[in-house]
């Protein structure tokens, strides 16, 4: 039963990827999810576990991604301005080509564990 609703959970984020905007998914089993190019600005994503989940290219501008799972997540080039990474976990996850000059509460012993580049914009504390 728990088993077929997380598959059940992330089908419906799959499905409606585009109109999750201001969704409310907060402590949502999200794993693997395909949530590439997803439209999640302003969705409270709080305490979800969305490890191994794709967010290549996903709006997540002003998202709450506070105590969030994204253990390995791919977040390359999501637009992340105004998100808050507090208590979120971070380990592996893509953040490479990002910008994340402007997110709330991640913090630099969150990012070592992290992926990042040349072209990852740091956040602005951090400079």
Known sequence: MLKER???DRRVAELNK???SRANLSRQKLTGANLTRANLRGANLSDADLACANLI???LTEANMSGANLVDAKLSRASLSGAD??????????????DLSTVKGLTLQQLASAQVNENTTLPRAFK
């Open 6 to 8: 997380q598959q059940s």
């Open 18 to 20: 585009r109109s999750l």
């Open 57 to 59: 290219e996903a709006n």
């Open 85 to 98: 990474f507090s208590r979120a976990d971070v380990a592996g996850a893509d953040f490479r080509n990002a």
